[in-house]
């Protein structure tokens, strides 16, 4: 099934239709959609460089706008929708050990780490964020920074480098969302010590 649907997205990037097909993509991938928008936003970028950045922005504002579905799922229809979901993708396990670790602290750490390298997915800390109530200002801002940091990131990189910066990402990502993930756990830490 994720086969077809990673090949379905695919073939939406040579459409005509390619950036609402992003834009929809995007935003279900926050909430709901197993395959993440880079199997169409990298292909979109690669064939057209000159609309990296425009497509860099679809992707972050439908995504954000995805991901408040996914926190309004979390505080309203967590029984309804959210849960039948997990079970379908196998996710409900690693939802509740999620769930256990919760805290301003953890949550934020969690949407920063999701929005830059979908570990954990993003649907889930989603999700989770509305589970947990997690303040919904803070939950778009964290939102906007590092889903737009990842789409603007890569836009740039694809535009500047097109083909060969694909490899050294593919390889090194984790690393970089890493690196990333401590630096924004360092600058929270921080805030809150100033503060």
């Excluded at 993708?89 to 949407?111: D, H, N, P, R, V």
């Amino acid at each position: 099934m994720l086969r077809a649907l990673y090949h379905w997205t695919l073939r939406w990037s040579a459409s005509a239709h390619a950036e609402k097909a992003l834009a929809a993509i995007s935003f279900t991938e926050s909430s709901v959609f197993p395959v993440p928008a880079d199997v169409l936003f990298l292909p979109m970028c690669l064939s057209r460089p000159d609309r990296a950045l425009r497509y860099a922005a679809i992707a972050t504002v439908a995504s954000v706008l995805g991901g408040i579905l996914g926190w309004a799922i979390g505080v309203w229809a967590f029984d309804a929708l959210a849960r039948p979901l997990l079970e379908l993708y196998g996710k409900e396990a690693a939802f509740e050990a999620l769930k256990s670790q919760t805290g301003t602290a953890a949550i934020l750490t969690m949407l920063v780490t999701s929005g830059l390298s979908h570990i954990p997915p993003m649907k889930v800390v989603t999700i989770l964020s509305g589970v947990v109530a997690f303040d919904l200002k803070l939950f778009i801002l964290s939102a906007i920074v590092a889903r737009g940091g990842r789409f603007f990131a890569l836009a740039f990189l694809l535009r500047r480098y097109g083909l060969k910066i694909t490899a050294f990402l593919e390889t090194r990502l984790n690393w970089i969302a890493l690196g990333l993930t401590a630096l924004a756990a360092l600058a929270f830490i921080a805030f809150e010590v100033l503060r």
